[in-house]
């Protein structure tokens, strides 16, 4: 789904992790939860994952 979406662009990239993290201000272990689909790690991330997936953009 999403998670590997941004995982496989994110290799694509030849970017690590860490690089996101620090391009997001996200911790890294956020950007590791987000690739793994584990959208229960964050308060409401669940419902924001979904809402991102069925958008037109």
């Known amino acids: ?3 590997v979406t941004l995982k496989n662009r994110r ?3 030849r970017l ?3 690089d996101i993290a620090r ?3 996200m911790l890294p ?3 590791v939860a987000l ?5 229960l790690y964050f308060v409401g991330g669940k419902l924001e ?3 991102l997936s069925i958008s037109p953009h």
């Open 16 to 18: 690590t992790v860490q």
């Open 29 to 31: 272990k956020q950007v």
């Open 49 to 51: 994952i979904e809402r």
């Open 35 to 39: 690739e793994a689909d584990d959208g």
């Open 11 to 13: 290799e694509q990239l």
């Open 23 to 25: 391009m997001t201000g």
């Open 1 to 3: 789904m999403l998670g």
